[in-house]
C-alpha cells in the first residue's frame, strides 16, 4: 500500500486568491519510508507572499523568481503520488489549495477518499490535545528540535514519524496480514479503512515447555485442595 505523506506552504491563507509556494512529500510503502521524496518550490506569479505567512516559512518573493509555475509542475507532483493517497495534517488546508491549483489549469480535483487528515487521526486518539505537530512530536518523543521554521519536506518527514506512531508504532509497519492473506486484502474483506493496522495471532510450531518445577505444582494443587470443589480452580481442574 502506497501513501505520501506531504505537506505544503503558501502565500497566504485564502485558496481562493493564494497560491501554493513549496510542496514537499516522502513515499510509504505498507507504512515504512521508501526513500523517495519529492521537493519543489513554485513561482506564485503576481501573487506576493503576505507577511505572516512569510514569518512562517520564511520563503521570500525575491527566493521564488526563477521557480517554475504550478502549471509547469503539476504533471510532476502527479506522477510521483500516482495512485497513493494523500495524508496530511489539518488536510483540508492543504487539499484546498492543492485542488485551487489544478481547477486553475483545468485538472480535475482530488477525490476526498483519497485524502487522509492526520490531524483529525489525532483528535480522535487524544481529544484533550493539543494536537498540533510539534505538540506530536513532544508527545511521541520524536525530535524537532532542527524546526525552527515551517518547511514543506521537514514537515512531512516529521509528520510521517507522528502518523506511524499513531497507527500503533514501528511494530505496525510489519505488514502482517491475517493467516497467509497481504494486509490490504485483509483490510477489504473485513471492511476496514486503510490506516487500520491488522495484526496476525501466529501460533508456535512447537508448545513452549511449561516452567513450572515438580513441587510448585505440588504445592498448587495442595493450595486448590484447601480452596474446596465450589473454587475457580476446582473447576479448571475438572476440565483436564
Known amino acids: 500500500m502506497r501513501e505520501i505523506i506531504f505537506d505544503t506552504e503558501t502565500t497566504g491563507l485564502d485558496n481562493r486568491a493564494d497560491r501554493i509556494i513549496e510542496i514537499g512529500g516522502i513515499e510509504l510503502f505498507n507504512h ?11 513561482n506564485p506569479g503576481d501573487q506576493k507572499v503576505h507577511p505572516d505567512a512569510l514569518a512562517v516559512h520564511g520563503i521570500t518573493d525575491e527566493f521564488l523568481k526563477d521557480k517554475k509555475p504550478f502549471a509547469d509542475v503539476a504533471e510532476q507532483i502527479l506522477t510521483f503520488f500516482g495512485d497513493a493517497k494523500w495524508i496530511a495534517h489539518n488536510a483540508t488546508f492543504d487539499m484546498g489549495f492543492i485542488n485551487a491549483e489544478f481547477a486553475r ?22 481529544p484533550m490535545g493539543p494536537n498540533s505537530l510539534d505538540a506530536l512530536c513532544r508527545r511521541y518523543g520524536i525530535d524537532n528540535s532542527h524546526r525552527t521554521k515551517h518547511g514543506a519536506l521537514l514537515d512531512s518527514e516529521l509528520l510521517a514519524e507522528v502518523y506511524i506512531e499513531m497507527i500503533g508504532g514501528r511494530q505496525a509497519a510489519l505488514g502482517l496480514g491475517m493467516a497467509g492473506k497481504s494486509n490490504q486484502a485483509a483490510r477489504g474483506e473485513a471492511g476496514m479503512e486503510d490506516d487500520v493496522v491488522i495484526a496476525a495471532v501466529l501460533e508456535r510450531p512447537r508448545p513452549i ?10 504445592a498448587h494443587e495442595a493450595l486448590v485442595a484447601k480452596l474446596g470443589e465450589k473454587s475457580v480452580w476446582a473447576k479448571y481442574a475438572n476440565l483436564d
Open 32 to 42: 515504512f519510508p521508501t526513500g523517495n521524496t519529492i521537493h519543489i518550490f513554485i
Open 209 to 218: 515447555a511449561p516452567r513450572l518445577s515438580q513441587s510448585e505444582e505440588q
Open 105 to 126: 489549469i483545468g485538472l480535475p480535483p482530488i477525490l476526498p477518499e483519497r485524502v487522509l487528515d492526520t490531524l483529525s487521526m489525532a483528535r480522535r486518539k487524544h
